[in-house]
């Protein structure tokens, strides 16, 4: 399924006009990108930043594990280059500028897909503001309380960008 759906996003971006339509599609998938990564850090906190003695050896692997089911493993790795560890997944998530499924790359890609669609200009200053408090973050010092109120606002926040794209251009007006 991931192999098709890698497919379809290379045909669209390499035959696609990148006008309007075009810009609705990078606005969906990064919308979604980014409140999926967001909940998959939230589960993944809930689970791993408690202090339950049973799962502190298998946290490195649990890390793993998420990093995993957002394809982010490799690139983690690459860029970090230590030993997984919460804090520094979490960092990698929610701050990385050129991850693809990293928060804040995508809610660039969704200011930059905003930028060239007509009268964006409230909807695109919501999605950098979402963007600059985001990056006032210090996932090194979160405890599980903290980025799971993070993880909601951000939730939150995405929720309210998503509503007023929707009124803005999706809305069919209602018969009269």
Known sequence: LLEKLHSITGLLDGTMSHGKPYQFIM?????????M???MIDVAAAVLMTNRPELHQYQNT????TLRS?????????????????????DFLLLDDEFPHAVAHALHEVT?????????EAIVAMALN?????????????????????????????????????AQWLKIAAAS
């Open 37 to 39: 990564t967001t909940r």
């Open 112 to 120: 930059d897909a905003l930028k060239k669609l007509p009268d964006s």
């Open 27 to 35: 606005l969906g998938r990064n919308v979604e990108r980014a409140d």
């Open 70 to 90: 957002l394809g982010a493993y490799q690139m983690y790795r690459q860029y970090v280059r230590r030993r997984v560890r919460g804090p520094d997944v979490i």
């Open 130 to 166: 979402i963007r600059a408090e985001l990056h006032l973050l210090d996932p090194q010092v979160l405890d599980a309380a903290a980025l799971h109120q993070t993880s909601d606002k951000l939730q939150l926040d995405i929720g309210r960008l998503h509503e007023h794209i929707t």
């Open 62 to 65: 649990l890390w793993m594990t």
